[in-house]
């Protein structure tokens, strides 16, 4: 890994933890009481006190979710069409490509839809991520990769959606859930960015 | 390829060619030290950076991939161990980005051979080894990139070796393990490659990672799809390649030694190996991955002197404690001049066919410290 990946690494957990934040507050806290504060001017006061606080953290996390595919996915298009189009199975950067634009907009359009509608998309977003994680260490079990904490990820990613999907009908449970889930992706990111790597040696 | 050929296999060829024991000993040497020379040795030494002829695995794992990095370590890969065959190629297909990472694959007989063979010419026999490492290397890298490429460099499941078996080969599928601590085994057809990564500048795609230590087997035969190949199988026969390699270093240092005129690309020295041949072809046939004994043996009975095996440190000395300012003159001053020009020469060629991917050949000088050095600071 090199030292700006294992930034991206840093700078990708810093974002899962502010994240986690965001949604977790949002969640605990009353905001709307602000609106009473004596200092404020009339119309300010009167937008915190009708804002859905809840409903903008659950935006802010969708809306960066949407932008994040959304840059993988033309990304990968875009390498596609300018490289991979000439490599023997590329295709596969094409399909990865349209997958992740594909996710990018059904994140995007889920802004005005219930709040547990969201949840249960963030979930299945865990859960599929987590699957995805526990087939990818038995291929690197099976070929003597590192394998243990890419299974751990993908277990305990698949446990927190498992879990959250029973909270589904109390969504503060559930956010608290999820939020948790983040905040344990971001320390895998932690470690993975100071973990050491062994590779094979070209001569 | 590893030391058995670039160290006891170049001392045979340069024995063959006529030069006398010690001669071939520095060559070997030389295009032995072509595997060690990295920028963490350079700095133990104090001896100019811009020199490295290698990376190690620690240096690549925190390689930059960012367009400087990349040029850091094509400038590296490309001038010693992937020596592209034609930099003028055209794939027919593909973006600009594309065809310049593709004219990069390593392959014998190319133009760039002609010029590291000829930069050799009247030049030390430090210049003589460099040369041996990169031609012979121009063989068992051939199909590769010394560049990281995804779409150059990978391979897929379509991998067979192919197995003597009376008068056919059978196919085996190998499964390249990822596990660098693990042993390989031909017989079992157990070999470890560099993990598939999706990423197109990833060092995992760096030259033949994705192929493993195969085309360093002279015994091995293989079957593949290089990524680039637009779905077509290529064999590798390396005791072909390799048998042409050895050929071709003779006849190349016959050249060097002003036996022969003029180095020309698809020449090889028959009739010089014609006594050992057979020996060569058994030895390079042999199913083990290393032939070091064999190597030294049929040195040995050429010159009749003893090969001392190869020590990095045999050198270094000289090269720390030589403090009148003569740094550059010394065994491994010889060394850096020489490598530091092979590089600015494959970097200056590779910047005249319109590519960045190795930067320029003021990259080079850069971080050279050549004018201490002359000054013997």
């Known amino acids: 890994m090199t030292i700006w990946q294992r930034i991206k690494n840093i700078l990708t957990a810093l974002m899962l933890i502010g994240l986690a934040l965001v949604l977790a507050f949002a969640n605990t806290f009353n905001f709307n009481a602000l609106a009473d504060i004596p200092e404020l001017d009339p119309e300010t006061a009167e937008f915190i006190r009708t804002a859905d606080f809840n409903m903008i953290s659950y935006q802010i996390v969708l809306l960066i979710l949407s932008v994040i595919l959304l840059a993988y996915g033309i990304r990968q298009i875009h390498f596609y069409f300018s490289m991979a189009r000439y490599m023997n199975g590329g295709r596969s950067s094409l399909y990865r490509g349209i997958l992740f634009l594909d996710l990018a907009l059904i994140s995007f359009s889920f802004q005005s839809v219930p709040v547990t509608y969201i949840m249960a998309y963030l979930i299945g977003l865990m859960a599929f991520s987590g699957a995805i994680d526990v087939f990818g260490a038995l291929d690197a079990r099976k070929i003597h990769g590192h394998w243990k904490l890419k299974l751990l990820r993908g277990i305990v990613s698949i446990a927190f959606a498992f879990h959250a999907f029973l909270h589904l009908s109390t969504p503060r449970h559930c956010v608290y859930i999820y939020c948790l889930s983040l905040l344990y992706n971001a320390l895998m990111h932690i470690i993975s960015a100071f973990r050491r790597n062994d590779m094979i040696a070209i001569q | ?244 390699a050895f050929a071709q270093m003779v006849y190349a240092m016959q050249y060097l030694r002003g036996e022969i005129p003029d180095f020309e690309p698809g020449n090889y020295a028959w009739e010089a190996i014609e006594p050992y041949r057979s020996t060569i072809e058994n030895l390079l046939a042999v199913r083990r991955t290393d032939d070091s004994e064999d190597w ?66 003021r990259d080079v000088k850069k971080s050279s410290k050549l004018i201490s050095m002359e000054d013997g600071k």
């Open chain 2, 296 to 361: 030294k043996a049929l040195g040995e009975s050429i010159t009749g002197e003893t090969i001392r095996p190869f020590n990095l440190e045999e050198y270094q000395e000289e090269y720390i404690n030589d403090h009148d300012g003569y740094k550059y003159d010394t065994f491994l001053g010889e060394f850096f001049k020489a490598a530091t020009a092979q590089k600015t020469m494959v970097t200056e060629e590779i910047a005249k066919s319109g590519s960045r991917l190795a930067g320029s050949a």
């Open chain 2, 1 to 244: 390829m590893n030391s058995d050929f670039h160290y006891y296999a170049t001392y045979c060829a340069a024995a063959i060619a006529e030069y006398t024991h010690e001669e071939a000993l520095d060559i070997c040497y030389c295009a032995q030290l072509v595997d060690h020379c990295t920028r963490t040795l350079l700095k133990k030494l104090h001896a100019p950076v811009s020199a490295a002829t290698t990376q190690m695995q620690s240096e690549l794992i925190d390689a930059r991939t960012d367009i400087i990095g990349l040029q850091n370590i094509t400038r590296i890969w490309a001038s010693f161990h992937f020596l592209p065959r034609d930099l003028y190629a055209e794939p027919g297909r593909g973006s600009r980005r594309y065809k310049r990472k593709y004219r990069l694959i390593c392959g014998p007989n190319g133009d760039l051979l002609v010029k590291t063979v000829k930069l050799a010419k009247d030049n030390t026999l430090q210049a003589v080894g460099i040369a041996m490492h990169v031609l012979a290397d121009t063989w068992a890298h051939t199909y590769f990139a010394g560049t990281p490429s995804l779409v150059i460099n990978n391979t897929d499941r379509d991998f067979y070796e192919l197995i003597p078996d009376g008068e056919y080969y059978k196919r085996r599928h190998i499964v390249f393990g990822h596990n660098p601590a693990a042993k390989e085994d031909p017989e079992t057809g157990a070999y470890t490659a560099s993990v598939y990564q999706s990423s197109e500048n990833s060092i995992m795609n760096l030259g033949h990672g994705r192929a493993g230590h195969l085309p360093d087997y002279s015994f091995i035969r293989y079957l593949y799809m290089p990524a680039w190949s637009n779905y077509e199988e290529i064999l590798k026969d390396n005791p072909h390649d390799y048998l042409h």
